[in-house]
């Protein structure tokens, strides 16, 4: 999944499940020398010039998991709705925990434009970094529907906090690998 989130500067891509942040550069053709360096890397027709800082010096890890919430309110007014709910309890929440000390990681929450699916918001994607060695979703992606305020804690607690998945929200996942997640 490639995503460009409210909290990032323009100019940034995030990359999941990979975990990366990206860095573009402001030089003409920026763009499309990512594209073939880091989204089609298999490529050979025509690679990004030489004289250039690669993508991948530009890119740093995510060290945190990461909260992205769809809010995209052009095309279905559910999302654009709920998601700035949504993302405004789940900051505060975590700042809560974090100060009772319940909550041992600092989430990055962030509404992203469209993660589809209008019908199941609120859309929220969770990542948590291949770093996080003793937590059953390192490195995996959870992309939980139909969430609610009331559904918050519970997801910080379960999910963010002990590795668990939410089975009664669970639309899907992604292994680090980029293979899908079953129940």
């Not at 319940?102 to 990542?127: K, Q």
Request: hydrophobic residues 35%; negative net charge; contains cysteine.
């Amino acid at each position: 999944m490639v995503t460009n989130s409210s909290a990032q500067p323009v100019g940034t891509v995030s990359i999941f499940p990979g975990g990366k942040i990206y860095k573009l550069d402001s030089y003409p053709g920026a763009e499309s020398d990512f594209i073939r360096s880091v989204l089609v890397p298999q490529s050979t027709s025509s690679k990004p010039s030489g004289s250039r800082k690669s993508n991948e010096e530009n890119a740093e890890a995510y060290t945190d998991p990461v909260i992205l919430i769809c809010g995209h309110g052009t095309r279905d007014s559910r999302c654009g709705v709920l998601g700035p709910l949504l993302r405004d309890e789940f900051v505060r929440q975590a700042n809560e925990h974090r100060a009772a000390q319940v909550l041992t990681s600092r989430p990055e929450v962030d509404i992203v434009s469209h993660v589809g699916g209008h019908v199941f918001a609120g859309n929220v994607i969770i990542y948590i970094p291949g770093s996080f060695l003793h937590h059953g979703l390192s490195g995996k992606v959870i992309w939980y529907g139909r969430v609610e305020p009331k559904h918050v804690e519970g997801i910080l607690k379960e999910t963010i906090e002990n590795g668990k998945i939410i089975e009664e929200l669970f639309r899907g996942g992604l292994a680090e690998s980029g293979d899908p997640i079953f129940l």
